[in-house]
């Protein structure tokens, strides 16, 4: 039998690659720093440009972790971005139309996302329908409600309080809304890493079968995914009034795919192969300080767009090959 | 001796001192042409009287508007639907999601159940039309854009005609708003979408007035953002634009629906006191944030004056007159001093005063 000349350097060569690969969406996001601050440092380089990035994308971010929950138990949900929406304006008729204090608005605001998936879990679980069309459907019904009642008008004038508590005021000159997003992103790990029941979330979406088997009730666990997506989703359209202060039928809408590309592209790196909480937030930060350093260049708009399609692509395709390298035999 | 330095001293002054007070021509010049736009509008007819209820009887026309969920064509095709009851033709809205196969469907209806007129408002594309419209203008339908071009760009390929509004004007208006309020230093970034057939008569306007009045000390720099994407990509260009060119001092959404996602941008870079945002078309929420101090001007339109207009232009079409050119749709300025008048919260069609009312009535020459 050959001896392998390596054979000492190998599993230092393996950990390396692994490390390689957790970093990897880090030290992507590092680089376009780097090439963005030496192009253009006066503008990029500022801790007003950085607080502004960090401050500014947290509905974003929020959405996408509450969407990491069902993606982790094994479904999709497609309801999230008109449940963002259904919120911010519920919270916009209640306080500005009737008059109805913030608190109590935000409050049905968010009874109303429990409630969505609470609605999602029924008919996916009792009905066995499978989650792309139950939230697809919900959710494309919600956008009616809200056409509804906001009679497809735009409604702005919602209560200072709101918007001073997102993007108003600042710790360390970020937006509090960048808070908010780190103390759910925080939470979600904890739970998915430290919890019994974040570990049943993750057996149901690794096999279904098997997690009945092993004596999880899966029903359960999936519709807890459920409610807890409608729950981010509500708090993301709380933070989505509060950024504009106003809300409108329509624009929060396009949140949904972003909110899976990011979801997609963090699960490349920090724990490589499943959604977490740490690499979506990473992701959705480096596609926004692409998009920004490039906007800072004066670059065209639509280059943003070739920007962050080819980058979640390239990353995950990266990925793969490093998966599939580690999984070929020696 | 001491009257003669105190003259001289006095004249100096004048010379000197009283000059620098005097505005520059630029600015001058601005506020002259806002001047008409910041009084309530009058009533001016785009035509001759004539007889509408005789002449328009047993006609009918069908609307189809960009999208039925769009505030701006529904509103207006109210007023349209109100002035067919008040005269007596039929009027029917072609409701629809924004879809271009929706559009296409309600050509078909309207050629098939025999419409007169079809009206394509607000940026219902002819262009993505062209065999329907072909269709209909061959069994003698009359198919009219409406608020969709301005003064002097082509009518599009196969229509019967066009209702234009000044874009051109409302573009010069907001660059003048500008200029004026920076005493001829303005620096502005002006957000646009090019796939919007106006955007083009409204840019060139702003291009034209800042070239013209202040060709040395104005600069503009231009975003586009397509329709779909205003949530996703004005915020975060506007911010990136603010934090990279920190002397701008205003900025100009052409359609102020986008003032939604500017005023974030403009509050999360801290920028409040000193970027402004004047913009157009007069939406009530946009007003709701001028009353807040939010955006400094809106360049209103009333929906209701704009039903009227366009359908005293297409009653004339129908009735065999001579096509109106311009029909004569105000622009009104709203800012901190008058937008109280838009209600609390601002409502449609509200602030511009009632002249026109009487003013159509007597036009189409209507008993009541």
Request: proline share 5%; net charge neutral; with cysteine.
């Amino acid at each position: 039998m050959p001896v392998r000349a390596t054979r000492s350097s190998e599993p230092l060569r393996k950990a390396l690659v692994e490390w390689a690969e957790r970093l990897g969406l880090f030290i992507a996001w590092a680089l376009t720093i780097a090439i963005f601050g030496l192009i253009a440092p006066e503008a990029f380089f500022t801790w007003a440009n950085f607080s502004t990035i960090l401050g500014s994308q947290a509905v974003l971010v929020v959405l996408t972790l509450g969407l990491l929950v069902p993606l982790t138990a094994g479904d999709y949900d497609l309801s999230m971005a008109s449940v963002l929406t259904l919120s911010s304006m519920i919270i916009a008729v209640l306080n500005v139309n009737h008059q109805i204090p913030i608190g109590i608005a935000v409050g049905v605001a968010i009874a109303v996302g429990v409630l969505t998936g609470f609605l999602n879990g029924f008919f996916i679980l009792y009905f066995r329908i499978h989650s792309l069309i139950v939230t697809l459907g919900i959710g494309t019904f919600l956008h009616g409600i809200t056409l509804w009642i906001s009679d497809s008008m735009t409604i702005s004038g919602i209560s200072a309080a709101l918007v001073n508590a997102v993007i108003v005021w600042r710790f360390l000159g970020v937006p509090l809304e960048f808070y908010y997003a780190m103390a759910v992103c925080v939470a979600l790990w904890y739970v998915f890493s430290y919890t019994a029941m974040g570990r049943r979330v993750l057996f149901v979406g690794r096999g279904r079968e098997v997690a009945r088997l092993s004596g999880i009730h899966v029903d359960r666990v999936r519709w807890g995914a459920l409610i807890t997506s409608g729950f981010l989703s509500s708090l993301a359209g709380v933070l989505y009034a509060g950024t504009t202060g106003a809300a409108d039928p329509s624009s929060g809408l396009t949140y949904l795919l972003p909110a899976f590309a990011a979801a997609f592209l963090g699960s490349t790196s920090i724990e490589p192969g499943r959604f977490n909480p740490w690499g979506a937030t990473v992701a959705v930060y480096f596609l926004v300080t692409g998009i920004t350093g490039l906007s800072i260049l004066g670059v065209r708009t639509f280059v943003q767009d070739l920007f962050y399609g080819g980058a979640l692509v390239v990353a995950v395709a990266l990925s793969q090959i490093v998966r599939g390298r580690e999984e070929r035999p020696q | 001796m001491k009257v003669f330095r105190i003259l001289a001293f006095g004249l100096i002054y004048a010379a000197v001192g009283g000059n620098a007070h005097a505005q520059s021509p630029a600015v001058a010049t601005a506020e002259q042409r806002l001047a008409p736009y910041r009084k309530l509008p009058e009533f001016v007819a785009a035509g001759p009287a004539f007889d509408a209820r005789h002449c328009m009887e047993g006609k009918s026309i069908l609307g189809i508007p960009v999208s039925s969920a769009n505030p701006f064509t529904k509103n207006i095709y109210i007023a349209m639907a109100a002035v067919a009851k008040k005269v007596g033709f039929k009027f029917t809205e072609w409701e629809n999601q924004g879809q271009p196969s929706q559009w296409v469907q309600g050509m078909n209806y309207a050629i098939n159940n025999k419409y007169n007129l079809i009206d394509l408002l607000g940026g219902t594309d002819p262009k993505v039309l062209a065999p329907q419209v072909k269709a209909a203008t061959s069994v003698g339908i009359k198919v009219i854009a409406s608020h969709y071009s301005g003064f002097e760009q082509p009518a599009p390929p196969g229509v019967s005609g066009v209702v234009p509004i000044d874009y051109f004007r409302a573009g010069q208006l907001l660059a003048d708003w500008a200029i004026a309020k920076t005493g001829g230093k303005a620096n502005a970034l002006v957000i646009v979408s090019m796939e919007v057939n106006s955007t083009a008569s409204m840019l060139n306007g702003i291009k034209e007035e800042f070239g013209k009045l202040c060709p040395d000390t104005c600069k503009y720099k231009v975003i586009n953002a397509p329709v779909p994407e205003w949530s996703t990509k004005i915020q975060p260009n506007v911010q990136s634009a603010l934090l990279a060119d920190p002397s701008i001092n205003y900025i100009i959404p052409i359609y102020d629906s986008m003032s939604q996602f500017v005023v974030p941008a403009v509050t999360i870079t801290g920028k409040q006191d000193k970027v402004k945002i004047a913009t157009f078309n007069g939406t009530p929420f946009v007003l709701g944030m001028v009353q807040q101090g939010k955006v400094e001007m809106d360049i209103g339109e009333n929906l209701d004056w704009i039903g009227h207009a366009i359908a005293d232009a297409e009653m004339r079409i129908l009735c065999g007159l001579p096509e109106v050119k311009d029909p004569k749709i105000p622009f009104y300025i709203f800012d901190q001093t008058n937008a109280d008048a838009a209600g609390h919260p601002p409502q449609l069609s509200t602030g511009y005063g009632n002249a026109y009312i009487e003013g159509y009535r007597k036009l189409w020459q209507l008993a009541n």
